[in-house]
């Protein structure tokens, strides 16, 4: 039996810590942007006693949010069509329980936990306003998140050394 391998995938894959009043980015491994359990289980991995959370830029078509708990992880998919497409979309679709698109629909919507973030300045309108904003790059969206929840600094000086 043959194994699939994943093709890589362009992007960034960025883990998020906040501890101590205090904001840490670092890069998480490639496969993080091919394989949702492999993000997951990364940034289960980081030990803190702040908030933890993944940002993941896929190629030019669209982010996801990973904040990992002792329940299971909150998702946020910024275009849940990209699914059609992408088999890590498709992945954050099955873990929430939510129906693809169907193939003619050309409609942008964000699918999952929008108040993923509200706790650390980023309400949820305001983040859904963010991912349906169709003429920006997803590392334009991420930076715009960063900034708003004030670790922009962090995030552009990781994604300048990436």
Known sequence: MRMA????????????????????????????????????????????????????????EFFIIVRPSPRGPSLLLSDAAAALDYDIAADVLDLLRADPPDEDDESIWPEGDLDILADLGMPGPDLEVIAGEVDLYPDEQLQMIAQRCGFGDEFTALLDEM
Do not use: H, M, N, Q
């Open 5 to 60: 391998v994943k093709e890589p995938v362009a992007g960034y894959a960025v883990a998020v810590v906040r501890e101590d009043g205090r904001w840490r980015c670092s890069a998480l491994k490639p496969d993080a942007l091919t394989s949702l359990d492999a993000a997951i289980t990364e940034l289960a991995k980081i030990r803190s006693t702040g908030a933890v959370f993944g940002l993941l830029a896929v190629e030019d």
